[in-house]
């Protein structure tokens, strides 16, 4: 069996302390996690099996009734890691409070493991070494929101030796008997939109995997008409851990409008991909190489924003740093683009599979996204006409906050960010000139683009 990293290594380079007066469970578990990693096991690539899980972490800590849990997520100021970092709590209070005014049916919990961004590993990497962690967050919240139905839901293409690994770990669990939830597992299909929450919540019951309009929020009636819990894996897993050693443990980590740690996919320019764990805050220089390091730097994946490397070197990985440069870390995407590539070439090529990716339900994504697509790939070859830019300009306003989701939005900021930070690109092309060396394409698109509904099921 292979791991999913293939391509990719993780690491643990920040092994310092994190509060040696933290309190948490006795024995080993309490000593391991007060050091980042504080989610992958060191040292490894092959999953850690349950008897290890427990051995570092002990068993999941249940409280004994739905609630109980809530005030210590809200008190670490956990927020989802999924990509949006909407506050973790809010969404089990809504749930919550869904549920007692829904007088038939019992929330559910999803695991949503779809990493549906064709750059991020960071998901399956964690699901692969760490699935007891991701298993244990899920029986946590299913219980904080008294839910009698959980899924994990993964990527189907990466799902492969992943899904094995997990059908081992809930066999595990079956025979130690310490799940409360019966857990299904289920495969999202290799979209874009796929993770997206309401496309999950579509597919889990049965029909395409595509975005509908909200309200109602999935919180509120998701599958089944029950009210719906979609929390990202590595947010379950930072749950497990908190319910265990606490918020002030939790919070030993980060910054204090930003607390605790998070994964990243950093993929260099020299093609050499790796997953870390870092405290938020972290300047993003050490993720980099380094505070000389030159270029231009992906940040937050392809619905992320392009920053010249020198500029980003001098920000930290947190959304207060981050938004001066109107970004966010996303889902800890950070993709450092090599001088041999054309940034802009890099990304038309992006921008026409996010087009591709949308299957044009709203009118920005309609009409909106296929121009822009066609319009970046005139700015990518010689000699385009000036107006194209300032045509992408117009239609990358007119899309945003438009639509059901916020794919427009997300492919907006991406788009217009590259027409700031490709500038000098953009003036070569205009002379009909080039700065690439490379035929190589560098940025990871998947090869078959959706073209019936059966490509989302
Ligand atoms: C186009 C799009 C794709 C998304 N893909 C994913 C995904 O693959 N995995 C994920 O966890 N969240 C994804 N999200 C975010 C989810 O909608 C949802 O906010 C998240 O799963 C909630 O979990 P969290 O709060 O723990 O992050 C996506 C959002 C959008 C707009
Ligand atoms: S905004 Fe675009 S991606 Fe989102 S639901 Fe509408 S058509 Fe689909």
Request: aromatic fraction near 4%; charged fraction near 20%.
């Amino acid at each position: 069996m292979t791991s999913p990293m293939t391509s990719a290594a993780h690491d643990e380079p920040w092994e310092e302390p994190l509060d040696p007066t933290a309190r948490g469970v006795p024995g080993d578990g309490r000593r391991a996690a007060r050091w980042l990693p504080r989610l992958l096991p060191r040292g490894t690539d092959v999953p850690e099996d349950l008897r290890a899980h427990v051995a570092r972490y002990g068993g999941p800590p249940y409280r004994g009734a739905a609630q109980l849990l809530v005030g210590d997520v809200r008190a670490a100021g956990l927020t989802g890691r999924g990509g949006a970092a909407f506050p973790v709590h809010r969404k089990l209070a809504a749930v919550l409070d869904a549920a007692r005014r829904s007088r038939y049916s019992r929330p559910v919990v999803v695991a949503n493991g779809a990493e549906s961004e064709p750059a991020s590993e960071k998901d399956a990497t964690l699901l692969w070494l760490a699935p007891h962690l991701v298993l244990d967050g899920l029986q946590l919240a299913a219980e904080a929101v008294g839910a009698d139905q959980a899924i994990l839901c993964v990527h189907a293409h990466r799902g492969g030796d992943v899904g094995i690994a997990l059908r081992r770990a809930l066999a595990e669990r079956d025979g130690a008997q310490i799940d409360k939830v019966p857990v299904e597992l289920a495969e999202a299909p290799p979209r874009f939109l796929a993770g997206q929450e309401t496309a999950l919540v579509n597919r889990l019951g049965g029909g395409p995997a595509l975005p509908t309009f909200v309200p109602p929020r999935v919180t509120e009636r998701g599958l089944g008409n029950a009210p719906t819990l979609v929390q990202n894996v590595e947010t379950l897993a930072h749950l497990a851990l908190i319910a265990r050693y606490g918020p002030r443990w939790f919070r030993a980590a980060g910054t204090e409008l930003e607390p605790g740690s998070m994964l990243c996919t950093l993929r260099r320019a020299d093609g050499v991909s790796r997953i870390t764990e870092v405290p938020l805050g972290t300047p993003l220089c050490d993720l980099l190489g380094g505070r000389d390091v030159e270029g231009t730097v992906l940040v937050g994946g392809y619905h992320g924003t392009w920053i010249p490397a020198g500029k980003a070197a001098a920000l930290t990985l947190d959304s207060q740093s981050l938004r001066g440069a109107g970004a966010s870390p996303g889902a800890g995407i950070l993709i450092t683009l090599p001088p041999t590539a054309c940034g802009l070439a890099e990304t038309a090529r992006v921008a026409r599979y996010l087009a591709l990716e949308s299957a044009g339900q709203c009118g920005p994504c309609l009409n909106g996204l296929p121009r822009i697509a066609g319009a970046l790939d005139e700015l990518a070859g010689p000699r385009p006409r000036r107006r194209t830019v300032e045509d992408v300009q117009r239609w990358a306003g007119l899309v945003t906050g438009r639509g059901a989701c916020h794919h427009p939005d997300g492919t907006a900021r991406f788009v217009r960010s590259a027409l700031i930070a490709f500038a000098g690109e953009l003036g070569l092309h205009e002379r009909g000139r080039c700065s690439a060396t490379s035929r190589k394409w560098f940025l990871p698109v998947p090869a078959d683009p959706a073209r019936t509904e059966e490509d989302w099921m």
